[in-house]
Nanobody, 131 residues
Framework: QVQLVESGGGSVQAGESLRLSCEASGYNYNSAHCMGWFRQAPGKEREGVAAVYTGRGNTYYNDSAKGRFTISQDNTKKNMVYLQMNSLKPEDTAMYYC??????????????????????WGKGTLVTISS
């Protein structure tokens, strides 16, 4: 059974940075797969933020994340993925979820990853940005 555990959330001031981590277990992480980050702000629908296809290293970002967030896979721990978030804004406040699926990402570079393309989800880590 695949399990995803997020960490790294917290409360910071606008303009500061956070790095979220996601540790996956229960699957063959040597097989190419897609790992992504989503977020859900209070009163809003969940949206895709960023994703990486481990097979080729392709990355995808939604427009709000471009230039500020970077998704990466650990070079040695293939079951770890990170989301480096810089220049954080109050509107980045949300619960952030890690998700994964086998095979290429269902994503594009305008919207980022699509929810329906993900098979497994973590429970989330809360990010709060104050102005």
């Amino acid at each position: 059974q695949v399990q995803l555990v997020e960490s790294g959330g917290g409360s910071v001031q606008a303009g500061e940075s956070l790095r979220l981590s996601c540790e996956a277990s229960g699957y063959n992480y040597n097989s190419a797969h897609c790992m992504g980050w989503f977020r859900q702000a209070p009163g809003k629908e969940r949206e895709g933020v960023a994703a990486v296809y481990t097979g080729r290293g392709n990355t995808y970002y939604n427009d709000s994340a471009k230039g500020r967030f970077t998704i990466s896979q650990d070079n040695t721990k293939k079951n770890m993925v990170y989301l480096q978030m810089n220049s954080l804004k109050p509107e980045d406040t949300a619960m952030y979820y890690c998700a994964m699926s086998g095979g290429p990402c269902v994503a594009d570079n305008d919207y980022g990853p699509y929810e329906y393309g993900m098979e497994n989800w973590g429970k989330g880590t809360l990010v709060t940005i104050s102005s």
